[in-house]
């Protein structure tokens, strides 16, 4: 009853407190969810700005160098417009003056020169010659020395530094790179860029991939419009020498953080077309380091240039990737802190709600104890009422009946013994008839043999079987098996059937003992047995009173908790 009580009581106590118990867990759980997908939202928007920043720095710098090309074209327009001012007649002198007034490696810094390219008949190559020498370079001379239809000598070429030095009378319309730039320009009319091409002023080790734009000359100033007239009437090239290195630090040579490497390629990407890198070591390394990576193409005096950028290390000093974990750390630590405040108050309730539900269980066990006290004892009053009665409607003499009375209390207390051990939730079988029979078998003799399998009884199926086992034993030492030393009593049970329909048989044998005849009338004791156990245990019983020993067999239902 107590144990019972006791799981009623928890499983009261666990519905009703469930929900605060599991409340820290939700509030971890929904702020563990809020965190991680705020810091996922502020991760999107921290990628978001960075690749901004980027895509703003890529075209910053694709827009510079574009600028900075144009710019050069312009130097060249000016060439030209000298050109035409001067109707062509344009000396080495006022060359020199024109280009030193430009003041290129201040102004414009990353151009190699600006020079002069005439074209002549093969037949006008040595009226040529000898006009430049007169003009002041004595050693002036064309190459290559093959034959040609028409020649394409540099004339003039500033600043003369020695690189430059090194070009001076060279032939560009002899290499298939350079004449197909100046055949473009020469045809239409317009600035033409060349594409990659090593610099006949890669006079040292230290060479670097190089470009020409050309800007077409004709005799009498004005752009014919028919292509033929323009080949016919092209006088020359005012024209720009390019180291690709050398143009594109001059244009950052001034900027102290920049925010990207880039690599430029004379049209597609690829490494045989590269001009350029910002930065050392291999392009695919970079790409592969590179948080960022993307691509701009610029068209320069028509042609196209394929720039790819890639975010540098100091990239990362502006941006903001370090937040998301940030703000995760942060919302892990501010949902603990709250999980742990609310715990704290669930504890402090779960306390005060354990000590009300104790207490209330407290007493509502001692309400059932007093209750089950009071009907234990009027039930054992009772009994004692009725065993008293039975003994004495006998007719026994006094002092035998005050014998048989006082026996049969003794077996009822030591029932009541029995399950007080267990808080009268009930008894062993095995135990019970231990009990009983101890007093007959203390010298351990064997006389009486008990065996079955484990069974437990309740409250009022034990009392009852303690009552019939103790006028069995009682009869048996009188008059039965143990009253002669070669008697001898079997006690063995069995169970039967599952769940609702299991039932318990208990079977008492008495072997060796005098010759039994059946009573001439029913004492207390066949009474208790018969009529009695029947009524209790709502089963059967057969009390068979054989010659050679006196049988009983009860039969009773026996189902499981």
């Known amino acids: 009853m107590r144990g019972l009580l006791g799981r009623i009581g928890a499983s009261a106590m666990g519905r009703r407190l469930g929900l605060p118990r599991s409340l820290p867990v939700f509030v971890l759980i929904i702020g563990m969810v809020a965190s991680t997908a705020a810091s996922l939202q502020v991760r999107w928007l921290v990628e978001a700005k960075d690749m901004e920043r980027f895509q703003h720095a890529a075209d910053q710098t694709s827009g510079d160098i574009a600028a900075r090309m144009q710019a050069y ?81 540099i004339v003039y070429l500033e600043p003369r530094d020695a690189r430059n030095e090194a070009a001076i009378g060279f032939d560009m319309f002899t290499h298939p790179v350079r004449r197909a730039a100046m055949a473009a320009a020469r045809d239409a009319g317009e600035p033409v860029m060349s594409g990659k091409v090593e610099l006949v002023q890669e006079i040292t080790e230290d060479k670097q991939a190089g470009f020409l734009i050309y800007q077409p000359v004709y005799r009498g100033g004005a752009t014919p419009t028919a292509v033929e007239e323009r080949r016919r009437l092209l006088d020359g090239f005012v024209y720009a020498p390019f180291r690709a290195d050398d143009l594109l630090h001059g244009i950052y040579s001034d900027q102290q953080n920049p925010r990207v490497d880039f690599a430029v390629y004379d049209g597609a990407p690829e490494p045989e077309n590269l001009l350029h890198r910002s930065f050392s070591g291999s392009v695919a390394a970079r790409a592969a380091d590179a948080r960022f990576t993307s691509e701009r193409r610029i068209t320069i005096a028509g ?12 990239f990362e000093l502006g941006s903001g990737r370090s937040f998301p974990l940030l703000f995760l750390g942060g919302g892990m630590l501010a949902t603990l802190l709250v ?9 402090a309730r779960l306390a005060a709600e354990h000590e009300v539900a104790a207490r209330q269980a407290a007493e509502g066990q001692l309400r059932l104890l007093l209750d089950e006290l009071n009907h234990r004892v009027k039930n054992t009053l009772a009994t004692v009422q009725s065993v008293a009665a039975q003994t004495l409607r006998e007719g026994q003499a006094p002092h035998e009946a005050r014998e048989e009375f006082e026996g049969r209390l ?83 049970w069995r169970l039967s059937g599952q769940g609702a329909e299991r039932r318990l048989e208990l079977c008492w044998e008495e072997i060796g003992g005098p010759p039994v005849a059946p009573p001439t009338r029913k004492g207390f004791g066949a009474r208790l047995i018969t009529t009695g156990l029947r009524r209790q245990l709502n089963g059967q019983v057969d009390l068979i009173f054989d010659p050679a020993g006196v049988r009983c067999t009860i039969d009773m239902p026996l189902p499981e908790d």
């Open 73 to 153: 074209v312009a130097i060249l327009k000016a060439g030209e417009g000298l050109f035409h001012a001067f109707k062509g007649e344009v000396d080495a002198a006022q060359f020199t003056a024109f280009a030193d007034h430009l003041e290129l490696p201040a102004v414009y810094p990353g151009i190699q020169g600006i020079g002069f390219s005439r074209k002549v008949a093969a037949a006008d190559k040595a009226a040529l010659i000898a006009e430049i020498r007169r003009q002041g370079d004595p050693d002036f001379t064309i190459r290559p020395d093959t034959p040609r239809e028409e020649v394409h000598a």
């Open 303 to 314: 042609r196209t240039w394929t720039l790819r950028f890639f975010t540098r290390p100091e």
């Open 339 to 347: 999980a742990a405040a609310t715990w704290s108050q669930v504890r």
């Open 410 to 492: 003794v077996a009822l207390s030591q029932t009541h013994d029995l399950l007080t051990r267990d808080s009268w939730r009930g008894a062993r079988l095995a135990d019970l008839v231990q009990v009983e029979v101890a007093p007959y078998e203390s010298a351990r003799t064997g006389r009486v043999a008990a065996k079955g399998p484990a069974v437990w009884l309740s409250p009022n199926l034990a009392v009852a079987l303690g009552m019939a086992l103790h006028e069995l034993v009682t009869n048996a030492v009188k008059y039965g098996a143990l009253s002669t030393d070669a008697g001898r009593v079997e006690i063995e």
